[in-house]
């Protein structure tokens, strides 16, 4: 490790006890000499270590502040009226407080991922040892944690090198959360300066918990051939008791399954999940199943399969117990962070537990002692499941019709509804007891249950929805590939060159959340198009999930109609949430082993290198959670434009460039020195689209970047435009921008464009050695 | 009911909310009185059908034409227009277009300068509840009136929650008013 405050270094010390030579203490972190390569220039950032380059993006693409509350009202000054130029009471103006607040939310993010990271090293350690090697791919991945070299100019080779991270990363969330107090910052341009600065930090936290996990578990190693694991409601077998684990913190639930695998149950009882918890479980036994997405947790309680809900942090429903009580099912919660309102019974004796969560004398218990919640959940499910018999809550079809004629067609539920469903119609029909179209709900259902609670007549809604489609969910059995981890060196090498070059046409990440504005297919759809016109597709959380749930013609699942190889035409699964980072870990690695650019604590460099050349973007289509804000932004910073569905509206600010405004998209030539235009490539960096096919136009557009050759502009160009036909019906109007010189025109579509550049008066500009940094000019020119 | 409650009940507006449109007269004198007016028109209005029977997007082409109001189709819906002859000014993301509507400096689809008067029809509720808010903090020159059929608290003009029967009767009139009838 690099940053040291006081070294000591001894020789030959003779004392009574015997000899120590060659002794070395160094006081602050500890130094690693066998890593040859130089140390940049930003180890460690400080708040404002990276603000120059901050500064250089967000000149290129303005915050576009759309508040989502016209009010301040943080502090006891207010409310304070922020409309158009008023200020609050403290000095406030509306762009501060709306970049203040997407601060407020990155903050959140980056501490829950961070604060899983914290909980994870620490189990791990106690578990594994400070000396247990990270290991994230074997021999095939040298660069075994791209984002925390890059950014802390280290090399972690232990699990105890990872707690020294942590500490970075806790002071640094600390004084971005101060920031955010009222008479702090005042800028809008500093406090996205800090919004990037927090990005970047949720990316090392990110990797600091995936590659603990991977190193102490075992999960995948950068394996492309990662195992093929069961997907979907209909994947799990209710012949057996069953454990429910919800979130995102894959420890107790590794608890359950070695104590189900050492006292020969594994075979005997199911473990499920939902959200990427069931990522990680799935990545540790292949025997267990992901039941879903996020969504998915209202309509699987109310079936009556889980015998048991185990939860842990992170986007689990805060009404999660209420639910489990209602059908029988006893609730163990295993973080601190989320206690559930539940007695803490981590120091009980196991008996009396299991006898009072069994006997139903108490819904549920607080456990924070992992390796005590293996041997209940087990223990607990399995003398639960015969007398719970699959107790649920759906109604009985007469009973829906009956209930379905009380509607009063007072639309509440429409207007409770995130997508505006067309509910009222679906339940008047169903109260005619024509199902189908509450049926027809269920695939653009969210699972929110807002509407439930919109009700004046107590119809429940979501249960509804759910009954009418019971028969189509008990069906839903897909595959999905296991969370591969990392990507392995060569594979980098084998994809550099053509990535850079513009080749391969894009890398596109498809992350995230699960509040789609219409259904998971939206995600199927983009994830195989993209796959098929021969991008790397890369998935994680939620949406990794989604993009599973679709067969094509010949009943394959995306995931067994593609390889998981990171290589073009493929679709890669790496993970839950925290293997986001690998998504950045790759761009990286790109400008390193393909183009050995030293990584070590040179983030401005590399960034500028990943913007300029890696055409790779982020579609978190359903995004909701804080913590894809702060994912996004960590990409922003990095360079890889963003787009987000219509809901991520609600972010409250886009970061968006002027296409038209030439001055705004030039970059030196580094050969030279001399300022080029490149076009609007990338035309923005984050970006809400208002349908799934704009979002598709917008993919292929912003994995242009300004060093792509001719060949691979052409490509990137014919994708655009072919897109852009097919669900526009048009040209589109902006071609000529893309366009540096005929070579850059698709050759199969030379006549058409060449006739548009005449109209639009094109000239031809020269394709540079791009980048931002001055300091990257290898000659300036001469004065 | 109040007539100007949010249709999405949590989408509140803020101290300042729009008017309601209680006669189309209202709409159609903007329209005129209107230097430089401009219509977004967002993807529903491919897929939205009035009382009539007939597509959203027929209406919005009507009324564009009778008003002589320049049409940014937003999404994907550029083609929904060229297949009924109809030229919009520009196919532009929703979001390019009001953050275009922003900025003081800029001239327009046609270079004549930035417009005085935004007409929003088809957008889906949130992002155009969103998207007025962000003109009605950063447009200070700019009327925005929302045509839907839901209340837009963050348009400066707004009709309250419509059926579909008399939201197709005010489009009516107002295309109507503004041919000459």
Redesign the interface.
Known sequence: MSKKDVRLKVKELKTNTGVIKDLELSLGRIVDETWKEPLGPTPFPSVTALREWDMKLLKRYKP????????CCLCTYGKC?????KRGACGIN?SAQQSRIVLLACCIGTATHLGHARHMVDHLIEKFGRRHPIDVGGLNVEIEAPVIRLVCGVKPKTLGDLEDILGYLESQLTQLLSATHTGQEGSNLDFESKVLQAGMIDQVSMEVADIAQVSAYGFPKADPEAPLVGLGFGAVDIEKPVILVIGHNVVPSISIIDYLRDNDLADKMEVCGLCCTAHDITRYEKRAKIVGPISWQLRFIRSGVPDLVVVDEQCVRCDVLDEAQKIKAPVIATSEKNCSGLPDRTHDSVDDIIADLVSGKTPGALILDPDKVGEIAARVASQVAPARKRFKTLPEIKELIEKAKECKKCN?CI??C?N?MPITEAVTAAGKGDLTKLAELYELCVGCGRCEH?CSVGIRIHSFIVKAAEKQMKEEKFLVRSGRGAIQDVEIRNVGSPIVLGEIPGVVAIVGCANF?KGGKEVADITTEFARRRYIVITSGCSAMSAAMYKNDEGKTPYEAFQGAFEAGSIVNVGSCVANSHIAGAAIKIASIFAKRNLRANYEEIADYVYNRVGAVGVAWGAMSQKAAAIASGFWRLGVPVIVG??G??Y?R?L?G?KEKEEDWCVYDARTGDKVYVGPVPEHLF?????K??AM??IAKLCMRPNDTTKGRAIKLTHYIDLHKR????MP?DVHLFVRNHNDIPITMKDEIAKILEEKGWKETRIPDPTLLPRLIRKRKEE | MSLAES????EV????KALLITKSAVVVTMIKKAKRPIFIV??EAVSETLSDNKALIDYVIQLAKNGKIPVVA???I??GF??RDFEPA??M????I???L??NEWKGFDGKGQYDLALLLG?????EW??L??L???A?SLKTISLGKAYQPNASWSFSNLTVENWTKNLGEIIGKLGGE
């Open positions: 576009f502040y759309m508040p989502f509350c016209d009010m009226d922020l409309t158009g130029d509306m509440e207007r409770a995130p505006m919109a504005p219509p809901h509206s609600k409250r886009m968006l002027r970006y809400a689209a208002e349908t096919e704009e136009v917008m669900l526009y019906s048009t109007d | 249709w999405q009940r949590a507006g803020g101290p300042k967002g993807h937003t999404a994907h550029v083609g060229l297949k520009s196919s993301p929703a979001i390019d009001a953050n275009r922003t900025d957008l889906p509720y949130y992002m969103i998207l808010n962000s009605k903090h950063y200070p």
